[in-house]
C-alpha cells in the first residue's frame, strides 16, 4: 500500500514538474513585464499605490491615429476603434466651441445661450451608449470658465468646477435588472465638479488626482493677451427664411498644424470610479473669455476646457512584430511574437486585444510552408505550443530552386489571347457607359470607367436613373462605414434621451430650473460637428418631422463641405424647400423610416442613467437627480437605413453618395408612448470603399465578387485593404503544395499587376500575364539520393537478367 502511494506522489510530482516545464522555452520578454503591472493594479489597492504604478507606459499603445495620415494611408482594421475614438472626441471639441461661441450670432440679452446642465449630462451619455468600444466621455472646464443657463439669476456667472462625466457601470447585479445579466447599457454620471470647497484631494484640475494627465494636456491655457492663437473655422448659413450669414468661430487646432488637435493619453488606471486600465483622446474646446465686457478688443479666444473620450486598454490590440516598415515604433511590445526568424516573418491580425498570439508567421520569400500546412501559423498556436512542438516545427521548407523574375515580356500567342478571352468573354463582347452596369457578366474595367468619369459636370448627359446604383455596388458599406454611422447614432441617440428627460417644464426646489427645449443653434452646431469631427462624412443632416420641432413647422439644419480637407464649410435649414415635392419630408429614406416606426417600439434599446448633479452653483457635494435612476430608449445600427448609392447631380455635394439615415423619439403631447421624432443621416463618398474582387458566397450581394484575374489552379485571392474603388485590391496567394518560384521580396502576385498585364493581353500588347502562376511543390531542389539510384539500378539489372534467360 505505501508503495502505490508513493507511485502516486512521483506520478504527480513528474506531471506537476512537466507543467511547469512546458514553456520554459519561451523567455521573459516586455509583455510579461507589463502583463505584471497590467494585474498589480485593482479596485481594492489603487488608492495606496504611488502614482507611478498607476500608468503604464506611452508605448504601451502603438499606431496611434494620425489626422494628418488618415486620408492618405489605409487604416488598419485593428486601429478604427481607436481613430472612432480620435473622431468623436475631435466632433465633441467642435461641438462645445460652436455653441459657446454662437452668442454672437444672436441679440445681447441678460440671459446666457448657453446649454443647461442635462443637456452636458446627456451629451457624454450618448457618447458612450452608441458605441461598445468607448468606456467614458467627460468634459473638463478650466476653474470659473463655465457658464450655465440653470439656475435663476446666474447671468454672467460661473461655476467653480463643471465637469460632467458619464462611465459605463457593469449592471450585473443591479437591482433594476432581475435577470442578473449584464448588458453594458447602465451609466453613471456625475458632475465631478460638485465636492466641498475644502476638499482639495477632490479638484480635478490638481496634478495628482486621479492620475489627472487628460487636463494637463491642454489646460490651463495662457494665451498671453493675443487674439491670432487660435484656430478660426467658417461656417456660411442660410436659413429657412433665406437670409445668408458667415459665421467664425475659433476651434482646436487644425490638422496641419502641430501637434493636431487631438493628443493621447498613456494608459491609466480609472481608480475608485471605473477601476478600468484607459486610454483617453483629448481635445480642448475654445471659446472668448472673458465674457460680456462689452469691450471686444480685451476678449480673447482661449481653451476653456477639454473633451476627454476614454476606452478600454484591453480592447486594443498589441504588435508583437518586430520594427519594420509598417511597425516603426514606439511600441513596446515590438519583437515579442514567436515566429521563427530564420524561416518566416511576422504578420499582425486583429481582435486579439491585449493578449498573445494576435499574429501569424508567413514564410519569408524564398521559403514555403509544408506541403501539409494550408495557411501561415497562428500566433495563438505558436504561444500555446510546448517546447518539442515549437522546436519541431512551425518552419517553412527552402525552395532549391528559384528562378529571376522575367525581364522580357512577349505578345501572347494568339491561340493563347483566344483561350483567355473566351474564358473571360466579358473583355470580348462589352458595352460601355451606364449599360455596363447591367451586362450579365459585369466587366468591371468598364463598369469602373463610367462610374469614375461621372462628375459635377458630366452629371448633366445622363438620365437620372443611370445615376443610381444597385446596393452590390456598395458591398461592406456597413461594415467599412461603421464608424461613421455610429456618429450618426450618437447624434439621434442624444435628441432621443433629451426629448424623453428633460422636461422644460419641470420645477426644480431652489433656484435650479430646467433645461429650456433645444435651439436651432444646438441642432446647427451638433449637426455642422459631424462633419467637422470626421473627415470620411461629406454631409449630415437632423430631418425634424413636421410640427415636432419646437416652434417650427419644419426644420432640417443641413451641413456639408465642398472639398476634402478644408476649414471653410456650408449650412443650410432645408426648410426653406416648401414647395410641393422638394420637402425633405418627402425623400425615400425619411418616408420609410415614418412608416417603420409608426406604432411599434418595442425593438428599441433601453437605457438606463444614474446621475448625480450638484447641489447648487457653488457644487459643495453631488446628490441623485430627482428622477434616480431614469431611463430612455433609443434605436440601434440596426435600426437605421443604409440608401443605395446615388450621385445627385442637383445637390450641394456632387458625389457618389451613401447615406445612412437612422431615426430619433420623443414622447407623445399626453407622455403616454413614444413617437417618432425625426431622422438623423449622414453622407459618405463611396469612391472611399474598398472593393472587394475575391469570390464569395453566391447570397453575396457583391457586383465586383470574382472579377479577379490570380490563376485558381495555383493560386488563390485574398483582399488588400486601402486600395480604394479601384481594380487590383487583392493579392493571389499560392494553393497549398504550391510555391512561389521568382526571387523577390515578396511571395505572392500582386492583383494590380496582375490586372494591368491581363489588360494588356486584352489590348494584344506585350504582356508577362501567363508568369502569374504558383509552381507545384514537387521538391525542395532536385538532389541525387545515392541510395535510391543504387536500389533502382540494381533492381533493373534483376529485371535485365531475368528476360535474358
Not at 507606459?57 to 476603434?81: C, G, M, Q, W, Y
Not at 467664425?248 to 487646432?253: E, K, M, N
Request: charged share 25%; with cysteine; hydrophobic share 35%.
Amino acid at each position: 500500500m505505501c508503495l502505490l502511494w508513493r507511485s502516486y506522489g512521483l506520478f504527480a510530482l513528474l506531471t506537476l514538474m512537466g507543467v511547469l516545464a512546458q514553456y520554459e522555452w519561451q523567455p521573459k520578454d516586455a509583455f510579461d513585464e507589463i502583463k505584471v503591472r497590467f494585474d498589480k493594479v485593482n479596485g481594492d489597492n489603487c488608492p495606496i499605490l504611488p502614482p507611478r504604478d498607476l500608468t503604464l507606459p506611452e508605448e504601451s499603445v502603438s499606431h496611434l491615429p494620425d489626422i494628418k495620415d488618415v486620408n492618405i494611408n489605409p487604416v488598419f482594421p485593428n486601429r478604427t476603434a481607436l481613430l472612432h475614438l480620435h473622431n468623436m472626441a475631435l466632433s465633441r471639441a467642435f461641438f462645445w466651441s460652436y455653441i459657446l461661441q454662437s452668442r454672437f450670432i444672436r441679440p445681447a440679452i441678460n440671459d446666457t445661450y448657453d446649454p443647461g446642465m442635462m443637456y452636458y449630462f446627456l451629451s457624454t451619455v450618448a457618447d458612450v451608449s452608441t458605441n461598445r468600444h468607448i468606456n467614458a466621455s467627460a468634459i473638463y472646464f478650466a476653474p470659473n470658465s463655465s457658464f450655465s443657463s440653470s439656475y435663476r439669476g446666474f447671468f454672467n456667472k460661473t461655476f467653480p468646477r463643471f465637469a460632467p462625466r458619464t462611465y459605463r457601470e457593469d449592471d450585473f447585479n443591479d437591482p433594476i435588472h432581475l435577470q442578473k445579466i449584464s448588458t453594458l447599457n447602465t451609466f453613471y454620471v456625475r458632475d465631478l465638479g460638485a465636492f466641498p470647497t475644502d476638499s482639495a484631494l477632490h479638484d480635478y484640475t490638481i496634478k495628482n488626482y486621479h492620475i489627472n494627465e487628460w487636463y494637463n494636456l491642454w489646460l490651463p491655457d495662457n494665451v498671453d493677451k493675443r487674439h491670432d492663437t487660435k484656430t478660426t473655422y467658417q461656417v456660411e448659413i442660410r436659413y429657412a427664411n433665406n437670409t445668408n450669414e458667415t459665421f467664425t468661430f475659433h476651434g482646436p487646432p487644425g490638422a496641419d498644424e502641430n501637434p493636431g488637435p487631438v493628443k493621447f493619453t498613456k494608459p491609466y488606471f480609472d481608480c475608485r470610479r471605473s477601476n478600468k486600465w484607459l486610454v483617453a483622446a483629448v481635445t480642448p474646446i475654445a471659446d472668448i473669455y472673458p465674457r460680456h465686457t462689452q469691450f471686444r478688443h480685451i476678449e480673447y479666444p482661449t481653451y476653456t476646457a477639454v473633451s476627454v473620450l476614454e476606452m478600454d486598454f484591453e480592447r486594443i490590440d498589441i504588435n508583437q512584430c518586430p520594427k519594420g516598415e509598417g511597425n516603426k515604433g514606439p511600441n513596446v511590445f515590438a519583437d515579442t511574437a514567436r515566429c521563427k526568424k530564420e524561416t518566416t516573418e511576422c504578420e499582425p491580425i486583429d481582435g486579439w486585444g491585449f493578449r498573445r498570439g494576435g499574429y501569424q508567421c508567413r514564410c519569408k520569400p524564398g521559403f514555403r510552408l509544408p506541403g501539409v500546412v494550408r495557411r501561415p501559423y497562428l500566433g495563438e498556436i505558436l504561444e500555446r505550443a510546448s517546447d518539442e512542438q515549437y522546436y519541431n516545427g512551425f518552419d517553412c521548407m527552402k525552395i532549391g530552386w528559384v528562378q529571376k523574375v522575367p525581364i522580357r515580356w512577349f505578345r501572347a500567342p494568339t491561340f493563347l489571347r483566344e483561350q483567355y478571352l473566351n474564358q473571360y468573354y466579358e473583355y470580348k463582347n462589352f458595352t460601355t457607359g451606364p449599360s455596363a452596369l447591367h451586362s450579365h457578366k459585369l466587366n468591371i474595367n468598364e463598369a469602373l470607367k463610367f462610374i469614375l468619369g461621372v462628375n459635377a459636370r458630366s452629371c448633366k448627359n445622363y438620365h437620372p436613373q443611370d445615376l443610381m446604383l444597385t446596393g452590390e455596388f456598395a458591398y461592406e458599406a456597413q461594415r467599412q462605414f461603421e464608424n461613421e454611422a455610429k456618429m450618426a447614432i450618437r447624434l439621434a441617440n442624444f435628441i432621443s434621451a433629451f426629448l424623453q428627460i428633460s422636461d422644460p417644464n419641470e420645477v426644480y426646489s431652489g433656484k435650479r430650473v430646467a433645461d429650456k427645449p433645444l435651439t436651432e443653434d444646438q441642432m446647427m452646431g451638433e449637426t455642422l460637428a459631424l462633419v467637422l469631427g470626421n473627415t470620411r462624412i461629406w454631409s449630415a443632416a437632423t430631418y425634424w418631422d413636421r410640427r415636432k420641432f419646437p416652434n417650427r413647422t419644419l426644420f432640417a439644419p443641413y451641413a456639408y463641405k465642398r472639398e476634402l480637407n478644408t476649414r471653410k464649410f456650408n449650412m443650410e435649414d432645408l426648410a426653406r424647400f416648401n414647395k410641393t415635392g422638394e420637402e425633405y419630408i418627402d425623400r425615400p429614406f425619411f418616408r420609410m423610416l415614418k412608416q417603420r416606426w409608426a406604432t411599434n417600439f418595442d425593438s428599441l434599446e433601453k437605457y438606463y442613467l444614474k446621475i448625480r448633479l450638484r447641489h447648487n452653483e457653488t457644487g459643495e457635494y453631488a446628490q441623485r437627480y430627482e428622477h434616480f435612476p431614469n431611463f430612455y430608449h433609443a434605436a440601434t445600427m440596426d435600426h437605421g437605413y443604409w440608401t443605395t448609392p446615388e450621385f445627385d447631380c442637383k445637390g450641394y455635394v456632387k458625389k457618389w453618395l451613401i447615406t445612412y439615415a437612422v431615426p430619433f423619439f420623443g414622447w407623445d403631447s399626453l407622455k403616454a408612448k413614444l413617437e417618432f421624432k425625426g431622422v438623423v443621416a449622414v453622407s459618405m463618398n463611396m469612391l472611399q470603399l474598398d472593393i472587394n474582387q475575391c469570390p464569395d458566397d453566391y447570397y453575396e450581394p457583391n457586383a465586383f465578387k470574382n472579377t479577379h484575374k490570380c490563376d485558381e489552379k495555383t493560386s488563390y485571392c485574398v483582399p488588400i485593404l486601402g486600395r480604394g474603388y479601384e481594380t487590383g485590391g487583392y493579392k493571389c496567394e499560392c494553393l497549398q503544395g504550391f510555391e512561389y518560384p521568382y526571387e523577390d521580396l515578396i511571395t505572392y502576385y500582386d492583383g494590380q499587376l496582375v490586372e494591368a498585364e491581363f489588360e494588356n493581353i486584352v489590348k494584344d500588347k506585350e504582356s508577362r500575364y501567363e508568369t502569374f502562376k504558383c509552381r507545384l511543390a514537387g521538391a525542395a531542389a532536385l538532389q541525387v539520393q545515392f541510395t535510391m539510384l543504387a536500389f533502382v539500378t540494381l533492381f533493373g539489372w534483376i529485371l535485365l537478367r531475368r528476360n535474358q534467360c
